[in-house]
């Protein structure tokens, strides 16, 4: 089954920067125009949450509270591939980071409404 493909987790220092990719596994996955592209991340013994989205079609953005100011999420339509570019990182980003597609994008924050999740990269954060 065709999923999203994540890539870009490490090792960084607090207030590193890492950029994370995101990418179908296959021509079967297709990212329609109406679509929400997403990052959510989950820490061990924490809930998944989401981190920020962007719509496929205008590039409208949302972020986090937590992560507004540092994190940039971006899209290359041609490349059909999602970014998640973050600096100033703080041990609290510490976390598995997933990416998926959602066909609503007025529900862009709904982890629920996502569909295609990837593996996830894990992002490690050292203060």
């Known amino acids: 089954q065709a999923h999203m493909v994540e890539s870009g987790g490490k090792f960084a220092q607090a207030g590193g920067s890492l950029r994370l990719s995101c990418t179908p596994s296959?021509?079967?996955?297709?990212?329609?125009?109406?679509?929400?592209m997403g990052w959510f991340r989950q820490a061990p013994g924490k809930e998944r949450e989401f981190v920020a989205g962007?719509?496929?079609?205008?590039?409208?953005?949302y972020y986090a509270d937590s992560v507004k100011g540092r994190f940039t999420i971006s899209r290359v339509a041609a490349e059909n591939t999602v970014y998640l570019q973050m600096s100033s990182l703080k041990p609290e980003d510490a976390a598995v980071y997933y990416c998926?597609?959602?066909?609503?994008?007025?529900?862009?924050?709904?982890?629920?409404?996502?569909?295609?999740w990837g593996q996830g990269t894990q992002v490690t954060v050292s203060s």
């Open positions: 998926a597609r959602n066909s609503d994008a007025y529900t862009w924050s709904d982890g629920s409404k996502y569909t295609d």
């Open positions: 962007v719509t496929w079609r205008n590039n409208k953005k």
């Open positions: 296959g021509r079967d996955l297709i990212i329609y125009a109406n679509d929400v």
